[in-house]
């Protein structure tokens, strides 16, 4: 390597277009100085580094370092540089960042100590806005954003915490050179851990199913259609303590034939939630049906609060056998614990589950009792109703 004369070098014929910011490049070289030198040949003629010299030229520098080649075609070198060459690994770029912050906040504390009258608080004001501006000049050097290397940052930190968890979302970010799609599961992973930590009150739930006992009275439907076991009004059903059962944030399944679709919806809004969407059980065969014969069955999604799903990879349609009268699939359940947080709470159960509180008709000899300590609103009604489902 030799130091040449900026007005020596000679551009001829070039191939790039565009230079890109020559600003930035020029305030990263400033900053951390010219990491790779100009490429030129033995009688002066650029091959490589055009936005580097450009950047020099900005910074007012009358001399550059050089590495003298010997090509029998220019463009060869060109093209070798900037179509063949391989950009930075993300992890590459953060072993790049903690290189160089470390002396880009010791320079930062010089020049703020530097004619201050409190040198202590000008270096910490200094430090906040000079961060940004060094996470820029690592991604001008490494040729991603700022906010990229920032983001990069965060996952390998994550990882060096937790290799177990959050190790292959480097791996990740390596293997597709992709940086936000590590970044996103990272960020779901922590809010689902600071969710997980948090303990409801006593006797509150995060996740609760409902599979109201619909009275189909008044709709018409074939009598053979008809469920056979006891029933309840839309109105017994708005005073059911699904409120009381609900954490401030909370997930709320309900499920519903086609016909109760708009009924549900009122329901979900009385109980105090907000509907999100809709999934579907696709079943394996047809069933009954007045005008069309169905084969879905419909559960809405509500939320308490603004708590997100865990997964956010899950569809709204999902394919099931069909077991017991109004049992629900264990593929439903699988899906809600997947999406959803514990503690979990099935509201009308036909069986009990592992995991699950299960209160409702069907649930063993204990059914009853705790069903009438958390539906006491409505009353003698609906006790007796359950006793009959039994």
């Known amino acids: 390597m030799t130091v040449r004369d900026i007005s020596a070098i000679k551009i001829g014929v070039r191939h790039r277009t565009d230079m890109g910011d020559i ?47 010997d090509l029998v075609e220019i463009v060869r070198g060109e093209f070798g540089e900037n179509g063949e060459r391989k950009d930075f690994l993300p992890s590459e770029i953060d072993a790049i960042r903690r290189a160089i912050e470390p002396a880009e906040k010791a320079a930062a504390k010089e020049r703020m100590l530097a004619g201050k009258s409190d040198p202590e608080e000008s270096f910490l004001r200094g430090n906040e806005e000079r961060a940004p501006q060094t996470r820029d000049n690592i991604g001008a050097f490494a040729g991603v954003s700022g906010r990229t290397v920032e983001k990069i940052a965060k996952v390998v930190e994550a990882a060096e915490r937790n290799p177990e968890k959050f190790a292959p979302l480097v791996a990740e970010m390596d293997r597709t050179g992709k940086v936000d799609g590590a970044y996103r599961k ?16 006593t006797g509150r739930f995060r996740t609760i199913v409902v599979d109201p006992p619909w009275d189909h009275e008044g709709l ?56 999100k969407t809709l999934l579907t059980w696709v079943k394996p065969r047809i069933g009954l049906g007045s005008y069309f014969h ?6 809405l999604f509500a939320t308490r609060g603004q708590v997100m799903t865990r997964a956010r990879d899950i569809p709204t349609h999902f394919a099931a056998p069909v077991g017991a009268h109004s049992l629900k699939p264990t593929e439903f359940f699988a899906l809600a614990e997947k ?33 009438a300590k958390v539906v006491d609103a409505a009353g003698d009604r609906i006790a007796a109703k359950i006793e009959a489902a039994r």
């Open 186 to 201: 990272l960020r779901q992973k922590e809010d689902e851990d600071k969710r997980l930590v948090l303990k409801p009150a």
């Open 23 to 69: 600003k930035k490049l020029a305030q990263s070289i400033a900053d951390v100085g010219l990491l790779h030198p100009i490429v030129v040949s033995p009688d002066g003629v650029l091959i490589a580094g055009q936005r580097r010299l450009a950047a020099c030229q900005l910074l007012g520098w009358t001399a550059a370092p050089v590495t003298e080649v």
């Open 220 to 275: 018409s439907i074939a009598s053979r259609g008809r469920p056979q076991y006891a029933v309840m009004s839309l109105e017994e059903l708005r005073k059911l303590g699904v409120p009381e059962w609900s954490a401030d944030e909370c997930h709320l399944y309900l499920w519903t034939t086609n016909n109760f679709l708009l009924k549900a919806g009122e329901l979900i809004g009385a109980w105090g939630f907000d509907y």
């Open 339 to 371: 999406a959803s947080y514990p503690p979990f709470l099935e509201v009308f159960a036909r069986t009990e589950r592992e995991g699950w509180s299960s209160w409702g008709a069907g649930v063993s000899g204990r059914s009853v009792e705790k069903i």
């Open 294 to 299: 169905s084969s879905t069955e419909q559960c």
